[in-house]
Nanobody, 117 residues
Framework: VQLQASGGGLVQAGGSLRLSCAASRRTVSSYDVGWFRQAPGKEREFLARISWSGGSTYYADSVKGRFTISRDNAKNTVNLQMNSLKPEDTAVYYC???????????WGQGTLVTVSS
């Protein structure tokens, strides 16, 4: 499966953005999908994961309550709604896919999110 993240941009602190992860070559409905980010000079950070069915979601403490992961298998996309953005959320955001219960192995190109203070 090939993935492409989109929806990044420049937003002021306190604002919102909605990222999308579109799949091609194969349907994303059979995979768990996650969102990660990497800020300059920092390691990649896990943000959220949604099961293949959409029945289970998991969040990092750093984004819990502010970010929401969802999926639309009919549109072959997974979204990340980001609210109450902070300057420290500035990073390149990536989506990834995994066979259910396994580690992520399919990665898409990232999308840059910049949050200004």
């Amino acid at each position: 499966v090939q993935l492409q993240a989109s929806g990044g941009g420049l937003v002021q602190a306190g604002g919102s953005l909605r990222l999308s992860c579109a799949a091609s070559r194969r349907t994303v409905s059979s995979y768990d999908v996650g969102w990660f980010r990497q800020a300059p000079g920092k390691e990649r950070e896990f943000l959220a994961r949604i099961s293949w069915s959409g029945g289970s979601t998991y969040y990092a403490d750093s984004v819990k309550g502010r970010f929401t992961i969802s999926r639309d298998n009919a549109k072959n996309t997974v979204n990340l709604q980001m609210n109450s953005l902070k300057p420290e959320d500035t990073a390149v955001y990536y989506c990834a896919a995994a066979n259910p219960g396994y580690q992520f192995e399919y990665w898409g190109q990232g999308t840059l999110v910049t949050v200004s203070s």
